[in-house]
């Protein structure tokens, strides 16, 4: 049965082919002639009219936007409203989804997405994370009828399965880090004392990144932070003795940031991570993970019989049982001494 004028047609290709359909309708004439476009091919002549009823209803959604086309007109937008930290974040997670970039936005099917979560080798903080990007991409691309459903609504991540291995630095570790402050190799020293100053002020990996020079006050010496992921952890806290040094000598009052990259800029999470893992090789530490730094500082300050008001305001929490459940570990000395106290 033949389309009325206007609104598209449907046909048979001749020979044998397994999508033999065509659907097409005209967008337009030039020198008084139609401007035909395909819509598709389909193996049925009821599927080609299905398809080219949905186009009449709908051109946006054969419009042939990629993902790419889409997830820059987006990005436009959701960049704008975002910090450069946060920005800079999004960029670096944004790369992990290029694969998709040539392909139709409306045709990126559900096992595809699913594969792609499955095999992607990440921690699941950062599965998430992507897939929220990916949901606010194919929401956007829904409110504009780029597609007809959100499938990443329907990924799944698998179980948060945390298995996570505290290790404190000993202090035959932290004497190697000491050791290495006069170190000729230029990346070794600026790690060792980024390290020590981790070890030793309990802060957390953002806040020390993000330190501001303003921000250190070294006639009272005192760290202020001022900004923290929670209101308890915007604090004050001491220089000790022992690091005050590392202050002085590494301070350039000319840069807004405290620990510097040769950009002089402050660094992104990854790539201190990176940096901080090469040290840990080329000085044999072992494995830790930057966050054993602040597990450190707690456990010292425990071990040392630290009062838990003190410990809680230096950490950063809002109550003493927090940091001693997760950040406090007694090494296998400090309890020989406790279990020796017995008569």
Known sequence: MKN???????????????????????????????????????????????????????????????????RDLWYQGYSKNISNVTLKTLNAQLKKLDEFDDIKIKEIKLHSLQ?????????????????????????????????????????????????IERKIFTSEEIKILFNNLDSD??????????????????????????????????????????????????????????ILSLFKDNIDNSKEYFFFNKKGNNYLYYNFLTQFNKMLELLNLGKHTIHDTRHTFATMLNNANANSTSIVKLIGHSDFKTTEEIYTHKDIEELRKAVNLLN
């Open 115 to 163: 594969k792609f979560f499955d095999n992607i080798e990440a921690s699941y903080g950062t599965k998430s994370y992507i897939k929220s990007i990916l949901n606010m991409i194919f929401e956007f691309a829904l409110k504009n009828e780029f597609i007809e459903t959100n499938r990443v609504k329907f990924i799944e991540l698998g179980k948060n399965e945390k298995i």
């Open 4 to 70: 009325e004028n206007g609104s598209g047609s449907v046909y048979k290709q001749k020979g044998k082919r397994r999508k033999c359909w065509i659907a097409r309708v005209t967008i337009g004439f030039v020198d008084g002639k139609q401007k035909r476009k395909i819509i598709g091919t389909y193996e049925t002549r009821k599927e080609a009219q299905a398809e080219l009823l949905g186009y009449l209803n709908n051109p946006t959604l054969y419009s042939g936007k990629t993902f790419k086309d889409v």
């Open 185 to 242: 190799n230029k990346f070794v020293k600026k790690m060792t004392y980024g390290t020590l100053i981790l070890i030793y002020t309990g802060l957390r990996i953002g806040e020390f990144i993000n330190l501001k020079t303003k921000d250190i006050n070294l006639e009272k010496n005192v760290i202020y932070i001022t900004k923290s992921k929670t209101s308890a952890g915007v604090r004050k806290i001491p220089i000790s003795d022992k």
